[in-house]
T-cell receptor, first 116, second 111 residues
Framework: AQTVTQSQPEMSVQEAETVTLSCTYD???????LFWYKQPPSRQMILVIR??????QNATENRFSVNFQKAAKSFSLKISDSQLGDAAMYFC?????????????FGKGTKLSVIP | GVTQSPTHLIKTRGQQVTLRCSSQ?????VSWYQQALGQGPQFIFQ???????GRGNFPPRFSGLQFPNYSSELNVNALELDDSALYLC????????????FGPGTRLLVL
C-alpha cells in the first residue's frame, strides 16, 4: 500500500524567512503525481502545489516550491519569504488508483507556525 | 467552489446523519474523506457518474449518493463515538493527476 510520511509534526519560522517541510512516500509506480495542501484554522483544504513525477523540473507557485527527488521518493515543500497567513497545517498527498477510484493518501501533516 | 452543509452537527450514538456536498462546476467526480482531530484525511469513497467506484476501509454503514448534477450525500447510520470527525468533500474531474478541490467540511460530534 502507498504510504506518505511527514516526519515533522510541528515547525516554526520567522516572518520573511524560509522554511522547508519534508515528505517521503512509497510507491512502485513510475508515473504519478504529488500534491501539497494547506489547511488553515478555517479547515478548508487548499491546493498549494502539484508535481508531475515524469517532469524533472520542480514545480513552483510564487513563494512555494518543491524539491522533488524521485529516486529518494522525497517531495519537500519550501516556503520563501514566510508570511503570517502561511500559518496552517500542511499535508503532503499521493493520489493512486485503487478499485476504480482515484483517491488521495495523505501524510499526518506538519503544523507550521509563523513568528512575527 | 465546493460547498458543504451543514457546517456543524451534533448527534447522539445510534442516530443517523446525512451530509451534503455541491461539487465545483465542470467536475464529475466527488470524493469523501474523514479527518480525525490531528490527523490527515482518510478516504471514505468516491462517486463518478452516480456510482460508487472505490471505497476505503470504512464499514457499510457509511454510504453515499451522487446526483445527476454531480452533487453528493454522505450517510452514516448507527453513529458511533469514533465517527466524531471533520468530513471533507472534494470534487474533481476524473483522472489520476486531477486536482481534488475541497469544501470547508462538516464537523460532526457524536455524543
Amino acid at each position: 500500500a502507498q504510504t506518505v510520511t511527514q516526519s515533522q509534526p510541528e515547525m516554526s519560522v520567522q516572518e520573511a524567512e524560509t522554511v522547508t517541510l519534508s515528505c517521503t512516500y512509497d510507491t512502485s509506480e513510475s508515473d504519478y503525481y504529488l500534491f501539497w495542501y494547506k489547511q488553515p484554522p478555517s479547515r478548508q483544504m487548499i491546493l498549494v502545489i502539484r508535481q508531475e513525477a515524469y517532469k524533472q523540473q520542480n514545480a513552483t507557485e510564487n513563494r512555494f516550491s518543491v524539491n522533488f527527488q524521485k529516486a529518494a521518493k522525497s517531495f519537500s515543500l519550501k516556503i520563501s519569504d514566510s508570511q503570517l497567513g502561511d500559518a496552517a497545517m500542511y499535508f503532503c498527498a499521493y493520489p493512486y488508483s485503487g478499485a476504480g477510484s482515484y483517491q488521495l493518501t495523505f501524510g499526518k501533516g506538519t503544523k507550521l507556525s509563523v513568528i512575527p | 467552489g465546493v460547498t458543504q452543509s451543514p457546517t456543524h452537527l451534533i448527534k447522539t450514538r445510534g442516530q443517523q446523519v446525512t451530509l451534503r456536498c455541491s461539487s465545483q462546476s465542470g467536475h464529475n467526480t466527488v470524493s469523501w474523506y474523514q479527518q480525525a482531530l490531528g490527523q490527515g484525511p482518510q478516504f471514505i469513497f468516491q462517486y463518478y457518474r452516480e456510482e460508487e467506484n472505490g471505497r476505503g476501509n470504512f464499514p457499510p454503514r457509511f454510504s453515499g449518493l451522487q446526483f445527476p448534477n454531480y452533487s453528493s450525500e454522505l450517510n452514516v447510520n448507527a453513529l458511533e463515538l469514533d465517527d466524531s470527525a471533520l468530513y471533507l468533500c472534494a470534487s474533481s474531474s476524473r483522472g489520476l493527476g486531477e486536482t481534488q478541490y475541497f469544501g470547508p467540511g462538516t464537523r460532526l460530534l457524536v455524543l
